[in-house]
């Protein structure tokens, strides 16, 4: 894996931000991409303080499919072809039941967490198919397993994502590329509001979900990790 190019979408903060540096960390050469420049911006200067300077800041918004072709453009000439593909970035609504929820919302949503990996994946396969090798992990989540009330958008994106996963898997499995769902559970970033009901102490932290995707990348040539669910040990919804 050391020197391999890595290219994780949401890398301004959140889970993003921590698959980045454990990646960089571990010997990638990474292409940290967001829409912030000023997260994107602090995801790099932590890197550097962890001890992975050269983390290249790609600004773009994942729903722009145009952004996302110039993105990979500018990787590959910077850094090499793409090896390895985190496809993290991704969009909730406020939870609320199906008729109070926008028809906007429902196409942030679907574009942001199922349509853009998709996109991104059908960009950087070619790549992978000639070589023979790479790695496309797509964070889901939970909610990708089993709907929850006044989820149905995120849900619906999230399943989507997770057959977008088996069905890709079996078209490349033989080629040598490995693809691959992250499920998580409650984690500790902005996408979760403060809520009264949860107790935040429990939460998975957005390290735990960068372990689960280093240790994908870095499994045996003979083996690929198709589904990984990671839930909190101790149930936050109990009091």
């Known amino acids: 894996m050391r020197h391999e190019v890595a290219l994780v979408t949401g890398a301004g903060r959140g889970i993003g931000r921590a698959i980045a540096i454990r990646l960089a960390t571990s010997g990638c050469r990474v292409a940290a991409l967001a829409r912030t420049e000023r997260e994107l911006a602090q995801t790099v200067e932590q890197a550097a303080a962890a001890g992975a300077p050269d983390v290249l800041a790609v600004c773009a918004d994942v729903t722009r499919d145009a952004e996302l072709e110039q993105a990979v453009q500018v990787i590959i000439e910077r850094l090499g072809r793409i090896a390895i593909l985190i496809n993290n970035a991704g969009y909730a609504p406020p939870r609320a039941s199906l008729l109070k929820t926008s028809l906007a919302d429902w196409d942030r949503t679907l574009h942001t967490c199922l349509r853009a990996p998709m996109v991104l994946t059908r960009l950087v396969l070619p790549d992978m198919l000639a070589h023979g090798s790479g790695a496309i992990v797509n ?101």
């Open 139 to 239: 964070i889901a989540s939970i909610a990708g397993k089993r709907g929850r009330h006044g989820e149905a958008a995120y849900a619906a994106a999230k399943f989507g994502l997770l057959g977008f996963t088996q069905s890709l898997y079996e078209e490349v499995r033989n080629h040598g590329i490995k693809v691959a769902a992250v499920c998580p559970g409650y984690v500790d970033t902005d996408m979760i509001p403060p809520n009264k009901h949860v107790d935040r102490a429990k939460f998975l932290q957005p390290d735990d979900i960068a372990d689960a995707v280093l240790q994908i990348v870095t499994s045996p040539v003979r083996a690929c990790p198709l589904e990984v669910v990671i839930e909190p040990q101790f149930d936050p919804e109990l009091a």
